[in-house]
T-cell receptor, first 113, second 111 residues
Framework: DAMVIQNPRYQVTQFGKPVTLSCSQTLNHNVMYWYQQKSSQAPKLLFHYYDKDFNNEADTPDNFQSRRPNTSFCFLDIRSPGLGDAAMYLC????????????FGPGTRLLVL | GENVEQHPSTLSVQEGDSAVIKCTYSDSASNYFPWYKQELGKRPQLIIDIRSNVGEKKDQRIAVTLNKTAKHFSLHITETQPEDSAVYFCAASRSGYIPTFGRGTSLIVHP
């Protein structure tokens, strides 16, 4: 019954070594989001896709990229992870843009050594 | 853009007491206000939401109230239980715009 799936659940990488996180959804929702959440903080939106249209938040570092090859899948690429990128990364979906419930995946916890 | 303020940041109550978390928003065009509960190490999950055409909504021990004039909305939890302990996030959005989250409230329910 999982609706938003994230893999892996835990990812350990080395400083500067590229990493890719994946998200898939079975809801056929138009919008997919990537959030970064650090301890005791609210989720911080990195970017979102409305269908194939990519929308980057102004303060998202260039180090973070995303791909959405089809409706079901979305990837987060961190090109050169730094220690400050260690966080929980949450993927979410919504049927449409604002005014809709967001459904979150279980998250990927990233550790950078 | 929208700005959402959430208070308090931490709320500690005894089991059986009520808990109230308040949020204010800045964009008068916002019309959808969800509340998410996030337990430690888990995903945020919707617990209740309200749209701008109603002033109050209840679901068992949880209720949300909305004051459009004052631009604030509140989450009310009655008869709190230890399993209610979590971080609660409010959000505000409108059609075509991405939701804006509050900073979160850590609710601790003491047995």
């Amino acid at each position: 019954d999982a609706m938003v799936i994230q893999n892996p659940r835990y990812q350990v990488t080395q400083f500067g070594k590229p990493v890719t996180l994946s998200c898939s959804q079975t809801l056929n929702h138009n919008v997919m989001y990537w959030y970064q959440q650090k301890s005791s903080q609210a989720p911080k939106l990195l970017f979102h896709y409305y269908d194939k249209d990519f929308n980057n938040e102004a303060d998202t570092p260039d180090n973070f990229q995303s791909r959405r090859p089809n409706t079901s899948f979305c990837f987060l690429d961190i090109r050169s992870p730094g220690l400050g990128d260690a966080a929980m990364y949450l993927c979410a979906t919504s049927r449409d843009g604002g005014g809709e419930t967001q459904y979150f995946g279980p998250g990927t916890r990233l550790l950078v050594l | 853009g929208e700005n959402v303020e959430q208070h308090p940041s931490t709320l500690s109550v005894q089991e059986g007491d009520s808990a109230v978390i308040k949020c204010t928003y800045s964009d008068s065009a916002s019309n959808y206000f969800p509340w998410y509960k996030q337990e430690l190490g888990k995903r945020p999950q919707l617990i209740i939401d309200i749209r701008s055409n109603v002033g109050e909504k209840k679901d068992q021990r949880i209720a949300v109230t909305l004051n459009k004039t004052a631009k604030h909305f509140s989450l009310h939890i009655t008869e709190t239980q230890p399993e209610d302990s979590a971080v609660y996030f409010c959000a505000a959005s409108r059609s075509g715009y991405i939701p804006t989250f509050g900073r979160g409230t850590s609710l601790i329910v003491h047995p």
